[in-house]
Nanobody, 115 residues
Framework: QVQLVESGGGLVQPGGSMRLSCATS????????MRWYRQAPGKESELVAF?????KANCVDSLKSRYTISRDSTTVYLQMNSLEPEDTAVYYC???????????WGKGTLVTVSS
C-alpha cells in the first residue's frame, strides 16, 4: 500500500536549522498534492507548506517565511531555518487528491526546539 515516511526530526537548539523528508513513490508525487502539517501539544493541526502540481517544475508555497518546501522524484522536503521553541511539534506529510477524494498520511516526525 501507499506509504509516506517522514524523517529528519529530533532535538535542535533555538536558532538552528533542520530539514525534514517525506519519502514516497513517484506516482504519488505526480498525482497528489503534497502538504506539510504540524501539530503542537494541545493545539490544532496547522498547514505550513504545500506542493500544488507535479513534475520537476513544481508549484510550491510556504505559509511561513522561515520554511521552504521542495521535492525530487521520490521525496518532499521541508527546510526550516531560525527555529524557535514555538516550532516544536509533530510534523506530518500528507498526500491529497480532490477527485475522487483521497488522502494518505505519514506517521509524523517530532521536532523539539529547546536549549
Amino acid at each position: 500500500q501507499v506509504q509516506l515516511v517522514e524523517s529528519g526530526g529530533g532535538l535542535v537548539q533555538p536558532g538552528g536549522s533542520m530539514r525534514l523528508s517525506c519519502a514516497t513513490s513517484g506516482s504519488i508525487l505526480n498525482i497528489y498534492a503534497m502538504r506539510w502539517y504540524r501539530q503542537a501539544p494541545g493545539k490544532e493541526s496547522e498547514l505550513v507548506a504545500f506542493v500544488t502540481c507535479g513534475g520537476k517544475a513544481n508549484c510550491v508555497d510556504s505559509l511561513k517565511s522561515r520554511y521552504t518546501i521542495s521535492r525530487d522524484s521520490t521525496t518532499v522536503y521541508l527546510q526550516m531555518n531560525s527555529l524557535e521553541p514555538e516550532d516544536t511539534a509533530v510534523y506530518y506529510c500528507n498526500a491529497h487528491r480532490d477527485w475522487p477524494v483521497n488522502d494518505y498520511w505519514g506517521k509524523g516526525t517530532l521536532v523539539t526546539v529547546s536549549s
